[in-house]
């Protein structure tokens, strides 16, 4: 299996544009210490690759990855479609930005879908432009990502907590935000991608104890975060993201696992986006590692 990370940072990106915090100046002044908005590229078979969420930075991030780029036909794409954890506008705004496709697949849960058609009327904008094939995003029975693909895929309803726009919609369930779960049907090797985690279901510790790296949400180093920082009134947990350190942390559920562990969708205000921070060197001691922009990972 064949992942090529696309980006890793939080809504917003990293810097944030009306954003002068220290994680964001310094991203201005260390331009490799720029973040993509969190975004995975997945190898389904030879030449065919789906992207999980449709990020505002989808373009670049294709333009940046070799193995995303079109040909040798003038409009033929090796992407075959996208995969959604969610519907926030972080994960789904780039679907836009495809609209140039002659037809776009797309992956995701009823809730995640509807939020997009009937509150962002992503299909009666869309078209005009090209056409919006939804699939059902298969939960728990895992299926392949194309008909003659090696790469199944499945997911693990995680948390009921839906995008600000689609508040009061739809009925109360735990499928507007899910872990996907990504396996070789050849070498049984299986990633796990969840970069949003309100909570930790005995679902996802299923999927996560067998799975060979894990790929999860490190919005927020700790609880108190947000408050701290000044950018919310509410906790880390208050607004849908599980903190990193700290009583009910990630970092306690990852660090016993044999998987190779990785945070992504920092936000700018996590101290992880400064190379320097100490909080690194504490991730390392426990066997987990923060994702990078282009890292490729192979299993
Ligand atoms: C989130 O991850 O909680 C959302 O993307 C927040 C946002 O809408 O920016
Ligand atoms: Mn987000
Ligand atoms: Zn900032």
Not at 9 to 33: D, E, I, K, M, T
Not at 46 to 64: F, K, L, R, S
Not at 187 to 203: F, I
Request: with cysteine.
């Amino acid at each position: 299996m064949l992942l090529h990370v696309l980006g890793t940072a939080a809504g917003g990106g990293l810097p944030q544009w009306n954003c002068a915090c220290p994680g964001c100046s310094g991203a201005r002044a260390h331009p490799h210490r720029r973040r993509r908005h969190a975004s995975l590229a997945v190898q389904a078979s030879e030449g065919h690759w789906y992207i999980v969420n449709a990020t505002p930075d989808i373009g670049d991030q294709i333009e940046d990855c070799p193995a995303l780029h079109p040909g040798p036909g003038a409009r033929r794409t090796p992407l075959a479609g996208l995969l959604l954890t969610d519907a926030e506008l972080d994960h789904t705004l780039g679907i836009a930005r495809l609209r140039e496709a002659r037809g776009l697949e797309l992956l995701a849960t009823g809730a995640v879908r509807r939020a997009l058609l009937t509150r962002l009327h992503l299909g009666e904008v869309l078209g005009p432009y090209t056409s919006l094939n939804w699939r059902e995003m298969p939960l728990h029975r895992p299926e392949p990502l194309t008909g003659d693909a090696g790469i199944m895929v499945s997911a693990v309803p995680v948390s009921g907590k839906r995008p600000r726009y689609a508040a009061g919609t739809g009925p109360e369930d735990d499928t507007w935000v899910v872990a996907l779960c990504l396996t070789d049907r050849d070498t049984g090797a299986t990633a796990v991608y969840a970069p949003a985690l309100a909570g930790w279901p005995d679902a996802l510790q299923a999927a996560v104890a067998a799975a060979d790296c894990v790929i999860v949400d490190g919005t927020f180093w700790d609880d108190e975060e947000p408050r701290r920082t000044g950018i919310s009134e509410r906790t880390a947990t208050g607004m849908g993201h599980l903190p990193i350190d700290g009583p009910g942390g990630t970092a306690d559920r990852l660090a016993p696992l044999g998987a190779r562990c990785l945070y992504t969708h920092l936000n700018n205000t996590n101290p992880l986006v400064d190379p320097a921070a100490p909080q690194h060197k504490l991730l390392a001691e426990r066997g987990i590692e923060v994702a990078a922009d282009r890292m490729v990972i192979e299993l």
